[in-house]
């Protein structure tokens, strides 16, 4: 088993943990509901997280047991990705759409993560490349899925619980820059690693 663990807990905390649909929604919810009245939305949104997670882990070890040598050509998608999530956190305003109407909880969270691209893509460049080397080890690939969901639960999690704090405190433009440079820079390095382009020189 050879997994790039550092680069893979990297991609994996930063790509959660920063501003995406799941998290800016949760915000949003947290702030207008509170945690209390946001928790099936978030289970929602871990419980359908899982079911893509699982989908992207049995499709990646299709692929790869298919074509191998599309391992090399899906890094390279995957790096891309990583740049283009970089440029978007650097350029992101970090604003909140919040919306009035209060949730139908579960399902809603459950089907957001159906629809939301950057979570297929996401689960797609995790499973084909940062655990490309145990692509046919589906109980492992199964642990790995649970782990990335309960993660993903984390984060919402923190954003509904935080969504005023960092709502007030991203107002600050120097702070919200600050942050935002750190966090694309950690990705830049994910995305060079992820490459392979250093083990080449």
């Known amino acids: 088993m050879n997994i790039e663990i550092i680069p893979l807990i990297s991609f994996a905390v930063i790509t959660t943990f920063t501003p995406g649909p799941n998290n800016i929604a949760s915000a949003s919810m947290g702030i207008m509901y509170g945690y209390k009245k946001t928790i099936y939305f978030l289970l929602g949104i871990a419980s359908g997280f899982f079911v893509v997670m699982i989908g992207c882990a049995y499709l990646s070890s299709t692929i790869l047991a298919t074509i191998p040598m599309s391992e090399k050509y899906l890094r390279w998608a995957g790096a891309l990705y990583i740049v283009w999530l970089a440029i978007g956190i650097l350029r992101s305003s970090n604003s909140f759409d919040d919306t009035g109407k209060a949730p139908k909880a579960f399902l809603k969270g459950f089907i957001l993560q159906l629809f939301n691209p950057k979570v297929a893509v996401y689960g797609l460049t995790l499973f084909s490349t940062f655990l490309a080397s145990i692509s046919n080890q589906m109980k492992t690939l199964g642990l790995f899925a649970t782990i990335f969901a309960l993660t993903a639960f984390a984060a919402t999690s923190t954003w509904a619980l935080c969504g005023s704090v960092i ?3 991203l107002k600050n433009e120097p702070f919200r820059r600050k942050i935002n440079i750190l966090l694309s ?13 250093i083990s080449t020189l």
């Open 167 to 169: 709502k007030n405190k």
């Open 185 to 197: 820079l950690l990705l830049l390095y994910t995305a060079v690693d992820l490459s392979g382009i």
